[in-house]
């Protein structure tokens, strides 16, 4: 079974800085067609989960461009380039090479 | 507009079976994967089931193995988890979710969620 380790586990963030959030498989992402199956999804309070970021790096319609999604192998980044108030939420990365897995989340909060 | 609907959920004792359903709309439902994924209250996300487009393959967490059954109806647009033997740590909101692809791999849009309730 791959494992999804986040990091770190809780993000306060001050109104327009940067964020990061790690995510490392416990085995490779490539899948045998050459693509990586690693998302990132947002859930906010009281909401549905949402993807956000899907095959490493593609910002999935309507997701605005301060969120950027990197990596490879096994190491992934998700960034929020300026916090904005409504960025406050839960964020999960998930494999989708061997069946699906998420990572445990990262929640974001303001300071 | 993707629509999924759960239903099914409710208040079982341990032991018990629940048959969870989803309506699917506003796509072609027999050209995707679907899933089944749940959170217990306060927790995170855990991918409990998923079925590829025509049902050739079929995958489960390992703590639902042998108590849970996927299984999808492409002439009614729906999607099933029989669950069997039903444990209080099951108890969560049951989302379904729609692939990206038909084999399974994504997650693209959820449902809103149906709660499960396991206990005595």
């Known amino acids: 079974d791959v494992v999804m380790t986040q990091s770190p586990l809780s993000l306060p963030v001050t109104l327009g800085q940067p964020a990061s959030i790690s995510c490392r498989s416990s085995q490779s992402l490539v899948y045998s067609d050459g693509n990586t199956y690693l998302n990132w999804f947002q859930q906010r309070p009281g909401q549905s989960p949402r993807r956000l970021i899907y095959k490493v790096s593609n910002r999935d319609s309507g997701v605005p461009d301060r969120f950027s999604g990197s990596g490879s192998g096994t190491e992934f980044t998700l960034k929020i380039s300026r916090v904005e108030a409504e960025d406050v939420g839960v964020y999960y990365c998930m494999q989708g090479t061997h069946w699906l897995s998420f990572g445990g989340g990262t929640k974001v909060e303001i300071k | 507009e993707v629509q999924l609907v759960e239903s099914g959920g409710g208040l079982v004792e341990p032991g018990g079976s629940l048959r969870l359903s989803c309506a699917a709309s506003?796509?072609?439902?027999?050209?995707?994967?679907m899933h089944w994924v749940r959170q217990a209250p306060g927790k995170g996300l855990e991918w409990v089931s998923g079925?590829?487009?025509?049902?050739?393959?079929?995958g489960y967490v390992d703590s639902v193995k042998g108590r849970f059954t996927i299984s999808r109806d492409n002439a009614k647009n729906s999607l099933y988890l029989e669950m069997d033997s039903l444990r209080v740590e099951d108890t969560a909101l049951y989302y379904c979710a729609k692939d990206s692809r038909g084999v399974i791999s994504d997650l693209e849009n959820w449902g809103q969620g149906t709660l499960v309730t396991v206990s005595s």
């Open positions: 079925v590829s487009w025509n049902s050739g393959s079929i």
């Open positions: 506003g796509f072609t439902f027999d050209d995707y994967a």
